[in-house]
Nanobody, 128 residues
């Protein structure tokens, strides 16, 4: 069973930075495409960023492009989300997700139903 554990959330002021980490256990990490999603209170869960199993392909929602960077370390079985110039509207619970893929599928997906495994989430709060 694949287990995902997020860390790194917290309270920051607008304009500051934060880096989230998601450590994966119980699976073959380099057979997993990874994604980050977020859910603000009263809203649906939204796509944030995704990275293919090799790390060669990435995708971002337009709202975070040029501010957020997704990366992965296939030795540490960890995916990261570096967030800079944070805004109050980035406040949400951030979820890490894993999509089992074949080595031939070095692609990303921004559809939450493609992801089979999810973490518990980590709260990010950006104050104005």
């Amino acid at each position: 069973q694949v287990h995902l554990q997020e860390s790194g959330g917290g309270l920051v002021q607008a304009g500051h930075s934060l880096t989230l980490a998601c450590r994966v256990s119980g699976g073959t990490f380099n057979r997993l495409a990874m994604g980050w999603f977020r859910q603000a209170p009263g809203q649906e869960r939204d796509f944030v960023a995704a990275i293919s199993w090799s790390g060669r392909s990435t995708d971002y929602d337009d709202s975070v492009k040029d501010r957020f960077t997704i990366s992965r370390d296939n030795v540490k079985n960890t995916v990261y989300l570096q967030m800079i110039r944070l805004k109050p509207e980035d406040t949400a619970v951030y979820y890490c997700a894993a999509d089992p893929v074949d080595y031939s599928s070095d692609f990303t997906t921004n559809m939450d139903f493609d992801y089979d495994y999810w973490g518990q989430g980590t709260q990010v709060t950006v104050s104005s």
